[in-house]
T-cell receptor, first 109, second 113 residues
Framework: SQQGEEDPQALSIQEGENATMNCSYKTSINNLQWYRQNSGRGLVHLILIRSNEREKHSGRLRVTLDTSKKSSSLLITASRAADTASYFC?????????FGTGTRLLVSP | EAQVTQNPRYLITVTGKKLTVTCSQNMNHEYMSWYRQDPGLGLRQIYYSMNVEVTDKGDVPEGYKVSRKEKRNFPLILESPSPNQTSLYFCASSPGLMNTEAFFGQGTRLTVV
């Protein structure tokens, strides 16, 4: 399978803490993307990092990419209860977008 | 408003009864795809289309058909649904695949009994 894997599968933190999720993948990529899904609803795009980039920021999100290790991490700083969701990484290689299995994040007030 | 619209949102059907899940996007995107989401398995691609009349199999195409007669529409057809096709289905579109984000519909929860 070409699927990536997120780690951890589940993460529970308090509001204000930082949350870090990791993604490992198996194939070459054009880019890697992170998506958020709220409880069975559609996925929402968060951030895209190209294969020649190492780090990218967007608001409270920080993404890193290490193509030599085929891994990426998503850091959410100063988390809020509204960040509670599942987070998926997705690797893009030409016509294929392959999703990982996701990390469930619970942020408690 | 830019969006991907799927219908129906919920569907319960019986084994063997043909059904179609519709997907429409209003962003003039060339690339469209269908995914199914199952617990513990994440999202798996069923079929994708790179433009009108151009479709190809994804990772789990068995038991599904698609068509792309117009740029905006990409229906998913289950000719003879079976219980193992009970799942949450998502349609997505994007301008292309190189360095672009995908826009997802709200999902169709299908139960086959």
């Amino acid at each position: 399978s070409q699927q990536g894997e997120e780690d951890p599968q589940a993460l529970s933190i308090q509001e204000g803490e930082n949350a870090t999720m990791n993604c490992s993948y198996k194939t070459s990529i054009n880019n890697l993307q992170w998506y958020r899904q709220n409880s069975g609803r559609g996925l929402v795009h968060l951030i895209l990092i190209r294969s020649n980039e190492r780090e990218k920021h967007s608001g409270r999100l920080r993404v890193t990419l290490d193509t030599s290790k085929k891994s990426s991490s998503l850091l959410i700083t100063a988390s809020r209860a509204a960040d509670t969701a599942s987070y998926f990484c997705a690797t893009s290689w030409f016509q294929k977008l392959v999703f990982g299995t996701g990390t469930r994040l619970l942020v408690s007030p | 408003e830019a969006q991907v619209t799927q219908n129906p949102r919920y569907l319960i059907t019986v084994t063997g009864k043909k059904l179609t899940v519709t997907c429409s996007q209003n962003m003039n995107h060339e690339y469209m795809s269908w995914y199914r989401q199952d617990p513990g398995l994440g999202l798996r691609q069923i079929y994708y289309s790179m433009n009108v009349e151009v479709t190809d199999k994804g990772d789990v195409p068995e038991g599904y058909k698609v068509s792309r007669k117009e740029k905006r529409n990409f229906p998913l057809i289950l000719e003879s649904p079976s219980p193992n096709q009970t799942s949450l289905y998502f349609c997505a579109s994007s301008p292309g695949l190189m360095n672009t984000e995908a826009f997802f519909g709200q999902g169709t929860r299908l139960t086959v009994v």
